[in-house]
């Protein structure tokens, strides 16, 4: 897959966050759309960008990361009438990963829920418009629950020394947060949302900004109190969250692939006894068995040598014969493991096949391992080269 270069029209549509201008002042080098907002996507270089995420910090502006907030007396039934993972154990101050499908199980979203107050919940959005989808569901349930878009737009912390630089900036107290909980944390006299969590496997935490211009005081006080750090400004990272086995809705499930398809059985509750949109269609689904699921495909290549090669809308992976076996999500060349790594939705008949002889762009074919995600390097005999 190439990549191309062409400006981008930015008019009211396209939305920016309060940190849009100092991240470009501060050398972000490429954006894409995402819930239609700019999200950088690069800074220094991919590589680059990659190896100092996994040593240092770094301070992103995932503020296209849109909240929809559910809040009244059936605030909770609409939260778990829209996902089929049990909601009911959750508690205030968790964050719960909830992927949310359509009554065939189709996935629409997998965001991160966030219990503020027993009759509040907001859905940290991937991509895709939720707030509509929700909206609808309640209308058509005459469901009593106000639905909305707050202005919040989160700042992530990431990076091996995050917590240092969150100590810095918030106190002591941020240590005690736990993994997926969140809690109030005062800057300035303002409380913000901190939770720990972020798209990254490095650690670090999320802030969930709902004041912006004391948000812009955070960023600033974030690079100067970082500077020790090393901190640097920084963003969703392809080859870390590739090598990590985290998973993009849209680019590597879709809104075509039910849940199961997508990989998350293991976030899902279909023993549970929940009234869930999609729970029954899910159920029928597991006993049948899966007629495709994402994998990983790992194979050995120097940089840029080579890619897996696509044909059409759906970028059909293809065997050396010529035979599509599934669809492309995302692929990498991985510097740490000086291999190609990619997710696949292959269809069932591969699922199975420890290796398969796929076609590169360039021609060629190439022998790919299929691997369960997270990747499992050890277990592929792939060893880190750094």
């Known amino acids: 897959m190439g990549s191309f270069s062409t400006k981008l029209a930015v008019s009211n549509r396209l939305r920016s966050t309060p940190f849009t ?8 080098a490429a954006f894409t759309v995402y819930n239609h907002m700019l999200l950088p996507t690069e800074f220094e270089g991919l590589e680059q960008d990659y190896w100092h995420l996994c040593s240092q910090v770094q ?19 609409l939260a778990q009438w829209m996902t089929p993972r049990d909601l009911s154990k959750a508690v205030v101050g968790q964050c719960v990963y909830a992927p949310i499908a359509d009554r065939n199980g189709y996935l629409l979203n997998d965001p991160v ?28 349930a005459s469901l009593d629950v106000k639905i909305e878009e707050p202005n919040v737009w989160p700042l992530a912390v990431q990076g091996p020394k995050a917590e ?16 997926f909980r969140f809690k109030p944390m005062k800057f300035n006299n303002h409380e913000f949302n ?21 948000g812009l005081d955070l960023y600033n006080a ?19 969250r590739m090598e990590s086995g985290l998973l993009s809705y849209g680019n590597d499930m879709t809104a075509d692939h039910t849940v199961l398809e997508s990989g998350l059985a293991n976030f899902i509750s279909l023993d549970a006894d929940i009234d869930s949109l999609s729970v029954a269609a899910l ?73 398969l002889d796929i076609m590169l762009d360039n021609g060629k074919s190439v022998s790919a391992k299929v691997a369960e995600l997270p990747f499992d390097f050890a277990a592929l005999g792939i060893k880190a080269q750094r």
């Open 283 to 355: 159920r029928q689904e597991a006993s049948a068995g899966p007629k495709r699921q994402i994998k990983g495909m790992v194979f050995p290549a120097a940089k840029d040598q080579g890619v897996i090669a696509t044909s059409g809308v759906e970028s059909n992976v293809s065997l050396a014969s010529g035979t599509a076996i599934g669809r492309l999500g995302s692929q990498v060349w991985s510097p740490r493991y000086q291999a190609q790594l990619a997710t696949v939705m292959l269809d069932a008949q591969y699922l199975d096949q420890g290796e």
């Open 113 to 140: 829920a966030l219990k503020i107050s027993e009759d509040h919940w907001w859905l940290s959005l991937a991509d895709s418009d939720i707030l509509l989808w929700a909206d609808g569901l309640a209308t058509g």
């Open 59 to 77: 301070v992103w502006d995932v503020g296209a990361e849109r909240q929809v907030s559910l809040s009244g007396k059936d605030a909770q039934k």
């Open 21 to 28: 201008q100092r991240i470009i002042e501060d050398g972000a």
């Open 222 to 240: 974030l690079f100067e109190a970082g500077r020790v750090f090393d901190v640097k400004p920084g963003c969703p990272n392809l080859i870390e």
């Open 194 to 214: 901190v939770a720990r969590s972020g798209w990254s496997k490095q650690g670090g935490f999320e802030i969930y900004v709902d004041d912006a211009d004391i």
């Open 164 to 179: 240092q630089l969150m100590q810095k900036v918030f106190g002591d107290d941020v240590k005690n947060i736990r993994f």
